[in-house]
């Protein structure tokens, strides 16, 4: 099916990238837009080893800087948009891989008014969808808006389509027409949360997004959600987790929460003595609240 086209963002990580790639061969005919965010291995050997056993067209930029996986998104749904002539761009991170009839099960939902995701599983088998059903922006007391995510629910079970407030850029099908809408994902998020951020615009505009448990896909890497403020990637955690509630939340309350989240796990690492964590969190709500959503340099690997 050439009128998709995957955009792919790798970075250091070539032994999944050569995983990830053929399984996305066993799709069929593809167009390829492989984002390399600056890799110091053996990334680019890999590309043209795939790109010389394939019919399908492979387009491979090298960013020359860490981008960060919003900024490889943005970066490639750009170039995809400006080529034209696609009417789903498939976004894909390279820690992933698709089961060989994934597009297949994908296909009959296809439109341009939704967004499709399929079931992720871990590599042990067990599910893996943290998609959640539930993004709640409303309620004052309560600490996570992610509600009731996919696994360990009922919903592991499903086998009809059905209903999720968000996706992972790990695999979700997506209608060129809302790029058209919305725009394409926002690079100012560098890592975490740029997803999320597409999600609830793509809902407040009349999109909508749905899991296929038919389609599959498998993580090659266990997700690693860490809240405790220790290095650079807890500063953007932080800072995008603020940013989410400042830019979507549904009340007063909600959009300002952040200032007292960030005063909760202040004073939990002043009671455990980590300074650096203190800075981390000073650093990503000054950031996060910033009318321009400001990025601290110093946190870029």
Request: hydrophobic share 40%; proline share 5%.
């Amino acid at each position: 099916m050439n009128n998709i086209a995957v955009v792919l963002v790798t970075f250091n990580r070539s032994d999944m990238l050569k995983q990830n790639l053929e399984s996305l061969k066993a799709q069929g005919e593809l167009t390829y837009f492989i984002i390399d965010n600056n890799s110091k291995d053996n990334t680019k050997e890999i590309v043209d080893t795939f790109t010389n056993t394939i019919k399908s067209h492979v387009h491979y930029f090298n960013t020359k800087a860490n981008l960060g996986g919003a900024g490889g998104f943005a970066f490639g749904c750009e170039k995809a948009l400006e080529m034209g002539g696609f009417t789903h761009l498939w976004l894909a991170d390279d820690d992933v891989t698709f089961f060989p009839d994934c597009l297949e099960k994908l296909t009959p939902y296809m439109d341009q008014k939704t967004i499709l995701q399929p079931m992720r599983y871990a590599v042990d088998g067990s599910n893996a969808e943290a998609s959640a059903t539930t993004i709640d922006l409303d309620s004052i007391f309560i600490l996570n808006h992610k509600r009731n995510s996919v696994m360990g629910t009922d919903f592991e079970k499903q086998t009809a389509p059905f209903d999720i407030q968000n996706v992972p850029f790990e695999g979700p099908m997506i209608p060129t027409r809302i790029f058209e809408k919305i725009g394409i994902p926002d690079k100012r998020y560098f890592i975490f949360s740029d997803d999320l951020d597409f999600s609830l615009k793509s809902l407040r505009n009349g999109f909508d997004i749905k899991c296929i448990p038919s389609a599959k896909m498998t993580r090659l890497r266990p997700a690693e959600p860490n809240y405790k403020p220790t290095d650079w990637k807890s500063y953007f955690v932080y800072r995008n987790f603020f940013r989410i509630h400042k830019e979507f939340g549904n009340n007063w309350f909600v959009k300002n929460r952040p200032y007292l989240l960030a005063l909760l796990v202040a004073g939990y690492c002043m009671l455990t003595g980590n300074i650096k964590g203190m800075r981390i969190i000073q650093d990503a709500l000054r950031d996060g609240m910033s009318s321009n959503f400001n990025l601290d340099n110093k946190y870029i690997p």
